[in-house]
Each structure stands twice: as structure tokens, then as C-alpha cells.
């Protein structure tokens, strides 16, 4: 294990405080120097930029970064007009930024002292009605008549404010381009809308352009419209958005057409913006293919890092990243070498990779959060070592949490066990989320119940990865056994996978299962194992294995099996290291080797001379070499 010393880079500090933060966004974004590069110059040639990758990876932060690059002097004010011809037609006036402000407060001034005299010019002649009728005895034929001039006056005079425009876009007092952030925005609310108005005559309906209301596609002009997960809006949407993105300027109608709004359509509303779309793999394919291919014909992709090399200059980063989260968060005490040096043991972990460090920085942002939450509940003046280490207890995933449900109860209803030997029931290990959990896994021979030939039956709701991992096994058990077991029916089961199983981690372990119960030799049930399986019987490397290894020791197993191409891969905590014991392997002989009990020798003694004759290409060394040391 690493000392908090070595794990730091060359900054030297005390704590955080003294760690100088960059005022800059751009200058803020940790470990995509690939995806700054892309924006500072799709910002200085104004070009759309699509980023894809893992959640929590900056794709948001570089969108903001972006419209802090951008020219603020260019920014405009949006105006609508009453239009007198047309009165479903509004009209549209574009005036440099903070203009159209005073515009709007000079026609109010205007109309306001057209009010004043208007109604003073009434007041004079109801009064001089009302005289008159006194004088001549007609006190309520006066009051009357004066009743139906003011009456006929209010609803054949125009209103003042009619002629009052509406503010559509008020760019006043900004010092940076607008950033806009559209994700999950329904039509009306990113390409604008036209109000209802329940009073539509009689003199009593609101002016059609006073009910217009500006989208977010006119709000980002000048600026960043981002759009997250752009695969959620619905193609109707993308198609207006692609003709927004064509022509730089779109009318705003009512979305509704029950609505009386939809009767209303403005002249085009300038909409000159730089789109930042953003999302998963997944959000590729469900974009609308023009509107993609307008982003890579005028723009750039991008693919976002999940991880980033473990030097020291990347270690100098993430300790300025612990800084700018607490100045960020500014209700949380600086942390000091200790506890950034866990931060750093952390992302090193949950990195996956040997030699890495994570750049999933908005959950290592949280575990930097909660951690300075529990060192201000103490009264702590700063963050330290052990306050991380209780935050990583305190904030755990649900996943995690989910996954120490799931082995409690496997525990308590014997699901799985941690001891003792049995035919045809492996340990095997799985991932849920960024959380390990054990995955028992039974394997059972029966007499074919087709007569043409034998089938490898596999339940436990199996995803297409991990039914072709089982396709897989199934042919190298079939090399492996060198006799015909055609009329044999081999069946397996994944116990307790309700929520499905993906991948091809279990690989050795169905093997194992399924050859033990071939043979009748039974396996430890102290062991648990992970690793994928080449049809020649190479043990290929897997994901997430000090998460297995973590739920392994948790639920009281000994010895794990990994991949030997994983040995740089596992960080377990300190709470780990004397719990279990960790093997590599490379083969399925050494994976039988440690897993099977009693008469395994005669196993491997006939897969040898079988390997051999057959020329599969297994490895069947005369002598296992002893078991490696835990690996911290």
C-alpha cells in the first residue's frame, strides 16, 4: 500500500488552501486536454460540438466552458412588435445588448402619458356631462349618457399597450455569452411557444405578440445551447432543431392546436447559436441522422475519457481538483495531505485500470463532499484522512447498497457458501453498477432428452454477451472432455440473477461448474473465481475486479481466482488485505487446479495427455506453481 506521500504529486502544501484555483472553467476541466483543445477552437471558429462518454465526466463543464470564450460584445437583444396588418404575425426588431431594455421603458413612458391625457380628456367630458344634466333636470339621462360614452370609449379606442413591444431575449449587464442547457426540453419550451388567451374578443384578449414566448434556441443566440442525452428528444424536435441550426433564425408558433396560440406566428427570431450535444454511446443512435451529420460536416465529436494515466502532473491535477471543489462547494473546511492522498488512493481504485486514475469526477466530487460535510459536523477545522475513509462507508452507491442486500440475504437463506466442497456449485463473481457481488453458479449432467443430440441449457435471464460466453465454454468443454457427450444434457443455472446477467466474466466459472459436475469431482467452496475464457482455455482479462474481490471477502471467502492481465488492476482497501488470498491464473488448468478438491490430479493428468494429442493449445504445466502473495 502506497504512503499518503508517494501517492501526492509535486505540489508541496499543507492543505488545500494553499492550492491556487483557475478562475477560468476552461482552465478548471481535469484530464480532457483533447476535448479543451477541440472546444477553445469551436469557439474561436463558432463550430457545434458533440461530446460522448460516461456520465460525470466534464461534458456540462466544458459546454459553460465554451460560452465563457465566446465574444460578449456580439450579443444581442430580441424585441416583438404588434404587427397592425396582421395581427397573428408579429413582428420581430434585433438591437445590440441592453437596447432593448430602454426601448421597452421608453414606449411605456409613452403610453403611460397617453393614458394620463386620454383619460383626463374623458374625465372632462363625463363631468361635463353630468353638469349640464343638472342644470336642466336630467341628472340620469346624464349619467347614463356618460356611462355609454365611457363604455364606447374603452372598447373602440385601442389599448396604449398594444403598441408596447415585448422583451423577448434580454442579453443587458451579461459578461459572457449566454449557456443555455435545453436537455429534456419539450417543443414549446425549447423552440418557443404562444401562450393560450382564454379572452379571444369583446376588447378583453391579451395582444398575440404579448403572448409569445421566446424557446431556448433563442435564448443561446450569440451563445451555447447544450442539449444532454440529445437522444430523448423526439425526432419532430431534432427535425426543427437541424432547420434552426440551417438557417439561424426560427418563428415562434404555439405548439398546441387546440391552443389559440397556434393561430399566431411570428417572423423568424434570430437563433445564431453553437449547439454542445452530449450523451452515452447509446445517444448516437437515437439522434436523427441529418442533424448528426450537420454536427460532423460543420463541427467535432468527441470522446470523452473515463480514465487518465497515473503521473505525477495528473496527481498535481486531481489535488488542484480536491481545492476547486471546495472552494466550489464553500461550506466545507480545506482537506489536508492525508485526505487529498485518499482522494487520490480512491480514484486510483475506482480507475479499474492499472497504472490510471478515474475521471468519473462528479462522483469523486461527492465522496469529496460528503467527507468534508462529516469533518464540519466534528467542528473539524479541516478535512482529514479519516474523514474520507468514513465518507467512503457513509456514501455509498445504491448499487453498493443493493449489493451488500443482496449478500446478507444470500447469506441468511444459504445462497451461497463460504466453506466446505460440493460437485457442480461455483463461486462466481459479478458486478452491479460500481458494486461486487457473489454469483453462485450450478452446473448439472442428466441422460439428452433429444434423441439426436445432447444441448447446454442456461438460465438466469442471460443477456446475448453472456449466452455466447456459454456457447463458448460449451465447445471448450467439449475438446476438454475427449469423449462423446452427446447423449448428455448439461444444464446451468445463475442463482438469484433477477435483474439478468451480461458479460463473459463467469466464463471460468461455468466451466469449472460444468467439468465438476462431468466428473463428479467437487470444488471448493471457499473459492471464488472471475475470468473470461478463450475457446483454446486462455484465461482472458475482465472488469471491475477489486469490486470482486471486495464482495468476496465480504462474504467470507478465502481465495480468489483473477486473471493474471489483471493483476495491476486490483486496489483493495486496507480493510481487504488480510481477509483473502489472490491468484492469478492464466489457463483453465490452473483454474482447476486451485478450485477443484479430492481426485483432481487424475483430471488434469487426462486433459494434459488430451491437450496434447488434440493440439488445442492448453497449457498443462507438469507442476502448479504455488499460490501468489495477496496483491494490494
Not at 465554451?66 to 396588418?85: C, G, T, W
Not at 423568424?268 to 442533424?291: E, K, R, T, Y
Not at 455466447?468 to 472432455?481: G, H, R
Amino acid at each position: 500500500m502506497e504512503e499518503p506521500n508517494e501517492l501526492l504529486g509535486s505540489i508541496q502544501f499543507e492543505d488545500t488552501s494553499s492550492i491556487t484555483v483557475p478562475e477560468s472553467l476552461i482552465d478548471q476541466v481535469i484530464g480532457q486536454e483533447e476535448a479543451v483543445e477541440v472546444i477553445k477552437k469551436a469557439a474561436h471558429q463558432r463550430r457545434h460540438v458533440m461530446l460522448i462518454g460516461s456520465p460525470g465526466t466534464g461534458k456540462s463543464m466544458l459546454g459553460k466552458a465554451m460560452s465563457e470564450l465566446l465574444p460578449v460584445e456580439e450579443l444581442q437583444d430580441i424585441l416583438v412588435y404588434h404587427n397592425p396588418e396582421d395581427n397573428n404575425n408579429p413582428r420581430i426588431r434585433v438591437v445590440p445588448a441592453g437596447r432593448g431594455r430602454q426601448i421597452v421603458d421608453a414606449h411605456k413612458m409613452e403610453a403611460r402619458k397617453k393614458v394620463q391625457t386620454r383619460n383626463m380628456f374623458f374625465m372632462l367630458i363625463v363631468m361635463g356631462l353630468i353638469v349640464y344634466a343638472y342644470y336642466t333636470g336630467q341628472l340620469l339621462f346624464g349619467i347614463i349618457a356618460a356611462a355609454l360614452i365611457f363604455l364606447s370609449m374603452r372598447y373602440l379606442i385601442p389599448k396604449e399597450d398594444v403598441f408596447i413591444p415585448k422583451l423577448l431575449v434580454d442579453n443587458s449587464g451579461k459578461k459572457t455569452a449566454p449557456f443555455v442547457d435545453a436537455t429534456g426540453a419539450h417543443a414549446g419550451a425549447l423552440l418557443g411557444d404562444v401562450r393560450h388567451d382564454p379572452f379571444q374578443s369583446g376588447g378583453l384578449e391579451t395582444p398575440s405578440h404579448e403572448r409569445v414566448e421566446c424557446g431556448a434556441i433563442h435564448r443561446a443566440h450569440k451563445g451555447v445551447l447544450f442539449i444532454d442525452e440529445i437522444n430523448t428528444l423526439r425526432l419532430e424536435s431534432q427535425q426543427s432543431l437541424l432547420t434552426a441550426l440551417q438557417e439561424g433564425a426560427y418563428p415562434i408558433t404555439g405548439q398546441s392546436e387546440r391552443s389559440s396560440g397556434a393561430l399566431v406566428r411570428t417572423e423568424p427570431v434570430p437563433c445564431s447559436f453553437i449547439m454542445v450535444v452530449a450523451g452515452n454511446l447509446d445517444a448516437v443512435q437515437g439522434m436523427h441522422p441529418a442533424l448528426r451529420s450537420r454536427i460532423k460536416g460543420y463541427g467535432y465529436e468527441v470522446y470523452m475519457r473515463d480514465t487518465m494515466e497515473d503521473t505525477v502532473e495528473n496527481r498535481d491535477k486531481l489535488i488542484r481538483f480536491v481545492a476547486q471543489e471546495v472552494v466550489r462547494d464553500g461550506k466545507i473546511p480545506h482537506f489536508t495531505r492525508d485526505a487529498v492522498a485518499e482522494i487520490i488512493r480512491e480514484a486510483k481504485r475506482r480507475s479499474g485500470r492499472k497504472g490510471h486514475l478515474t475521471l468519473m469526477l462528479r462522483d469523486l466530487g461527492g465522496l469529496i463532499r460528503v467527507a468534508g460535510d462529516i469533518a464540519r459536523s466534528e467542528g473539524a477545522p479541516l478535512t482529514e484522512a479519516r474523514h474520507v475513509i468514513e465518507a467512503k462507508r457513509m456514501a455509498r452507491s445504491l448499487e453498493q447498497q443493493m449489493a451488500d442486500r443482496y449478500l446478507e440475504r444470500r447469506k441468511e437463506y444459504s445462497m451461497y457458501k463460504s466453506s466446505g466442497d460440493e460437485i457442480g456449485r461455483v463461486n462466481g463473481l459479478a458486478v452491479i453498477g460500481d458494486s461486487g457481488i457473489v454469483l453462485p453458479i450450478m452446473a448439472e449432467v442428466t441422460p439428452a432428452q433429444s434423441k439426436e443430440e445432447g444441448r447446454v441449457i442456461a438460465t438466469g435471464r442471460l443477456q446475448e454477451i453472456a449466452k455466447e460466453a456459454v456457447t463458448n465454454v460449451s465447445a471448450l468443454i467439449k475438446k476438454l472432455q475427449g469423449e462423446d457427450i452427446t447423449t448428455k444434457d448439461v444444464h446451468i443455472q445463475f442463482i438469484g440473477t433477477y435483474e439478468g446477467v451480461e458479460g463473459d466474466s463467469a466464463s471460468i466459472s461455468i466451466a469449472t461448474a460444468v467439468v465438476s459436475a462431468l466428473e463428479g469431482i467437487p470444488v471448493k467452496q471457499s473459492v471464488a473465481m472471475t475470468g473470461s475464457l478463450s475457446v483454446r482455455g486462455d484465461v482472458l482479462p475482465v472488469g471491475g475486479v477489486t469490486q470482486k474481490i471486495e464482495a468476496a471477502a465480504q462474504a467470507g471467502i478465502k481465495t480468489v481466482l483473477i486473471p493474471r492481465s489483471n493483476m495491476g488492476d486490483v486496489l483493495v482497501d486496507e480493510s481487504i488485505r488480510d481477509k483473502i488470498e489472490i491468484i492469478p491464473v492464466s489457463n483453465i488448468s490452473e483454474v482447476f487446479e486451485y478450485s477443484l478438491a479430492g481426485q483432481r490430479s487424475k483430471l488434469l493428468e487426462k486433459l494434459k495427455r488430451f491437450a496434447t494429442e488434440k493440439k488445442i493449445g492448453i497449457s498443462l504445466p507438469d507442476g502448479i506453481p504455488s499460490p501468489a502473495m495477496s496483491i494490494l
